[in-house]
């Protein structure tokens, strides 16, 4: 082993090194598009979601009169416990409504009654009108609590996986990495994924996280049921994040060198 090839050896496995070293430039977010991080020009605004198959619904009729409340909710003891508790009490399941295959709920008394591709909120206003067109009098005050319950989303990779529900209607991704908390110094925010389902099946999409421009993008809002993949930076081989830390790893990659030259070329002495 030559004194060249050990030199050379060394060099590189400083360069091999310093190019790996993890920059703010890396792991900061809302940057200004510049270099290698990108700009998402089309504007964008959020809409409500729209109900799918397998969304699950709680409602609730509240009505001034106790029979149409017992009608549609069963005691009115237990509408008025439900009302108190918002939605989470023991009994929350037999207020709970699966959109079908067909994308219609079956409602008691009234039967099906189709939703899929509404928002919550003309969900709630559809309901409404049927009740008050066919089922009140005209001195009967009426009104239908609508929301969606077992909303999530997971992430996967990285030491972070998990599923996590929906603090509120809408989520946007720094919130979701709030909840999750955060990402680790190692991950590779150029290139988070989303699988999402719509209704033209199942998208996969890749988008960096750095940027500030993902604000006007369609990756800043999470919907139900998306999986966010996340995986590690190829720097994380040396773990570098600070300047003395490389100098730390300087410092002990040559002594090692030097104890391996000294070991070979240095003549010992008998």
């Not at 900061?28 to 990108?38: A, E, G, R, S």
């Amino acid at each position: 082993m030559s004194k060249s090839f050990i030199l050379s050896l060394y060099i590189a496995m400083l360069t091999l090194m310093f190019s790996s070293c993890v920059t703010t430039r890396q792991t900061n977010y809302l940057q200004k598009p510049k270099d290698f991080i990108p700009a998402y020009k089309d504007t964008f605004t959020y809409k409500d979601y729209l109900l799918k198959e397998g969304d699950r619904l709680y409602i609730q009729v509240y009505s001034t009169d106790d029979k149409t409340s017992t009608l549609f909710n069963g005691s009115v003891n237990n509408s008025s416990q439900m009302m108190m508790n918002g939605g989470n009490g023991d009994n929350q399941d037999l207020f709970t409504y699966i959109i079908q295959q067909n994308g219609s709920i079956d409602f008691p008394i009234v039967g099906e009654i189709q939703l899929i591709g509404k928002t919550v909120r003309q969900s709630k206003k559809i309901i409404e009108d049927i009740l008050k067109s066919n089922y009140m009098g005209e001195d009967d005050n009426c009104s239908v609590d609508v929301r969606m319950i077992g909303r999530s989303f997971s992430i996967i990779g990285n030491g972070k996986s998990g599923r996590y529900n929906f603090p509120r209607e809408k989520v946007n991704i720094f919130q979701a990495l709030a909840l999750m908390g955060d990402f680790g110094t190692f991950t590779d925010r150029s290139k988070i994924r989303i699988l999402r389902t719509n209704k033209n099946g199942n998208t996969i999409k890749t988008f960096d996280l750095r940027s500030v421009d993902i604000i006007n993008s369609e990756f800043y809002y999470i919907e139900p049921d998306d999986v966010i993949f996340i995986q590690p930076m190829n720097e994380q081989f040396f773990g570098i994040t600070t300047l003395w830390g490389a100098i730390a790893t300087t410092i002990s990659t040559g002594s090692f060198f030097y104890g391996l030259y000294y070991y070979l070329f240095v003549p010992k002495s008998k």
